[in-house]
């Protein structure tokens, strides 16, 4: 177990850099001793930012210098090739070199993406690394598992995204023994596409996660299962209609308030606890989304991420990193891999 | 054009039968004078239910005996071939025999979509019905196409569920040129599953109609499209989602507003401005699920659908009698087809 853990944090990637992501860090090695961040990007413009912050232990914050910035709107593979001094590829390339735990970056995702499969590389016997945000729920959060760039995934890849998973919210989330579901059309046993129909018996019969069945998409907010396996294109349109939904909503419900004297006045009134409690049912409150199953640990946050949820996911790599989530999801899939009878293992 | 459209109402149907049903169909029967209302199911029943309205024009609501119920947990297809006695099956062979123009029921799922395909029939040329909700949006509604029970469709499917969907919402919903978008997880050309992209050039050539592109999820309840194309699978997830995060969200905000003297205070005052703004974001306000591209109309209402809900129902069918949509939609299926390279057509 490491004692410090060292993040790399993209000070150039998303909307609000290079001041959300500078600022994350500051409040990161602040809160916790044991945190070591590496800041990449533009030197000159990271450092005039960190001049903003005079009191934060300086021996704990690095400028690692890089030249490039990838915009989110680049061809992802050909812009990791291309621009290999941009703080998403030289960030990338010191986990790889073990000279870092971890890389957060709220950059194009599907730079980070392609550059954790490419520059990290895959854990061995992965197939597939999922992508798996935390959505709040009524009860805590849950991981969806997957919401990354590579759709159609086989029922081996699910499989595999149910075990990592798992290992995930039990030594990062701290969730005893999750229950696992899996996303579909319905509660019965006949329901599902042909994927899902294919995956389920794959999941009921093994052994090393809780594996509670079908999950409707109803009950997601809910916050009945842990661990919500789904493919890709699924997850992503999950994952995107929590927030539109809820930003919708929220819009509505801002007009009401508004509507006449009595209700801004009742607005006024309840905004405070309203705040509190929306808080929890806030995404950017647990951090980002870790890329699983490479040989280092990538997080993809928001592209609006404010200095909260870098700092959230910079802890979460902390966690990640001194549970060794890495050698636990390793040495999972190989068990698994010696477990099933002989056949093709790669995409 | 009908002068009188008749609807036939499941009075067995749904968690709130027979009281709802009924009261809807008297609601319904006393705004508009054009409809005739038929309530299939156990006469005596719907009789003692009918008897607590004692004014409302009773030559316009008549009741066909029925004397078996299809419980929501039966196996649809079963269900269907055994109660030929059941308020469904009576109902969906009046829409097949031409004795009502149209069937609404808040009963089995399964057994409605399996009921309308296998007795009222598929118009000719149409290759699957989609069942096919409106969802609130901050705009008004958006028709989301498909939600239907059977899965992995075909891109041909999308297609012809993009022009239904299109000749739903200008002639029934009154948009004019709707705006078709296929659900997609990214806005770039280049993303998509299989499906999508193979569907993609496919939509883009349609010229009868109005195609936006890629929608995200996040962008759905935004309002940006009006025709909201995708396999039911993926339809499924949106509807139940939608429904998932607006109930969390509201058990939330109830909470904050419980939470102390001065919240509760609040609460009171901004309720009635909250409960009118909120009210235009409650699906059961736009009536029901119409299955499209069948011989007749049949419109599938929430399992806990209120009064409200089958009254509007009701009134869809009037709408969708009136302007003749199965008539528009099997000359249009028909004009594609006589376009198209000829293949093969069926399921």
Redesign the interface.
């Known amino acids: 177990m490491a004692e410090i853990v060292r993040v790399v944090v993209d000070a150039m990637g998303g909307d609000n850099a290079p001041v959300e992501p500078v600022k994350g860090a500051v409040e990161a090695v602040k809160e916790k001793k044991e945190i070591h961040v590496i800041l990449t990007g533009q030197k000159e413009v990271i450092e005039k930012e960190l001049a903003k912050y005079p009191d934060y232990p300086t021996d704990r914050i690095e400028i690692v210098h890089a030249s490039e910035v990838i915009e989110t709107a680049e061809p992802p593979v050909n812009a990791i090739r291309k621009k290999k001094d941009s703080s998403i590829v030289v960030g990338l390339n010191m986990v790889k070199k073990k000279e870092a735990d971890a890389f957060v970056s709220s950059g194009s995702t599907g730079a980070v993406l392609v550059g954790g499969q490419v520059i990290v590389g895959r854990s061995k016997g992965v197939e597939r690394p999922p992508l798996a945000p935390l959505l709040p729920?009524?009860e805590g959060v849950s991981l969806l598992i997957d919401c990354g760039?590579n759709?159609?995934a086989r029922p081996s890849h699910l499989v595999q995204f149910a075990k990592m998973g798992s290992i995930y919210m039990e030594h990062v989330v701290g969730i005893k023994n999750p229950k696992v579901a899996i996303?579909n059309?319905?509660a019965e046993e006949e329901k599902?596409?042909?994927l899902?129909k294919e995956t389920f018996p794959l999941l009921k019969a093994c052994k090393d996660i809780n594996f509670i069945g079908s999950i409707?998409?109803?009950?997601?907010?809910?916050g009945y299962a842990d661990v919500i396996v789904c493919e890709?294109?699924?997850g992503?349109?999950?994952?995107?209609?929590?927030?539109?939904?809820?930003?919708?909503?929220m819009?509505?419900?801002k007009?009401?308030?508004m509507?006449?004297l009595?209700?801004k006045?009742?607005?006024?009134?309840?905004?405070?606890?309203?705040?509190?409690?929306?808080k929890?049912?806030d995404a950017s409150e647990h951090g980002g989304a870790p890329l699983l199953g490479l040989k280092g640990l990538v997080v993809k946050t928001h592209g609006s991420a404010k200095a909260v949820e870098i700092r959230h996911a910079i802890f979460q790599c902390e966690q990640f990193t001194k549970q060794e989530i890495n050698v636990k999801i390793a040495e999972r899939i190989l068990e698994s891999k010696n477990q099933e009878p002989a056949k093709e293992q790669e995409d």
């Open positions: 729920t009524l760039a759709v159609d996303v059309n319905g599902g596409n042909a899902v409707e998409a109803r009950e997601i907010p809910m890709a294109f699924v992503n349109v999950i994952l995107k209609l929590y927030e539109g939904v809820g930003a919708a909503m819009k509505k419900i007009g009401g308030m509507k006449n009595r209700s006045i009742g607005a006024l009134l309840v905004k405070p606890a309203l705040k509190e409690t929306l929890d049912f």
